[in-house]
């Protein structure tokens, strides 16, 4: 990621540790067997199953690296309940062009667009942010068109 000022959601960050113990519990020890199977069928200089294996501890490892530094790194921000804006944390059901979309706002780290989590950093997300319900709201999206959208509710 490009900068350090990673912001999580509680539930965010219950979801990276959950994530960072299961990697370095239970997916180190499957791997590691992996590995002494694999090991095992001989030479591991043309060992396909040994090389896979390899490449998934690595890429495993630095799954963990990442979680790691972004759980040091991170500010853990807690919505405001009475708050009738829109905050990090906040789902938000919107009229975008005469369809209903439902974002949930949270930090870079945890967005996931096919969960309906979008970054405050991204155009849609940081322009909802502040506002509240009935708002009209104009953004520039990443492909440089217009984006216009009312909110129709909030929740926290």
Do not use: C, W
Request: net charge negative; hydrophobic share 35%.
């Amino acid at each position: 990621m490009a900068n350090d000022n990673f912001i999580l959601t509680p539930e965010g960050r219950a979801k990276l540790e959950e994530e960072l113990h299961y990697l370095e519990t239970e997916k180190r020890a499957e791997i590691g067997e992996r590995i002494k199977v694999a090991r095992e069928f001989g030479d591991i200089s043309e060992n396909s199953e040994y090389d896979d294996a390899k490449n998934e501890q690595g890429m495993m490892e630095a799954r963990i690296a990442e979680i790691a530094h972004i759980l040091s790194e991170a500010t853990v921000v807690n919505t405001p309940k009475r708050s009738n804006k829109v905050n990090i944390g906040s789902t938000v059901t919107i009229d975008m062009g005469g369809r209903e979309r439902v974002f949930t706002i949270v930090g870079g780290a945890e967005s996931n667009v096919a969960e309906g989590k979008i970054s405050n950093e991204s155009p849609v997300g940081s322009a909802l942010i502040g506002h509240k319900k009935g708002d009209q709201i104009e953004t520039t999206g990443p492909t440089g068109r217009l984006i216009q959208m009312e909110i129709l509710k909030i929740e926290h």
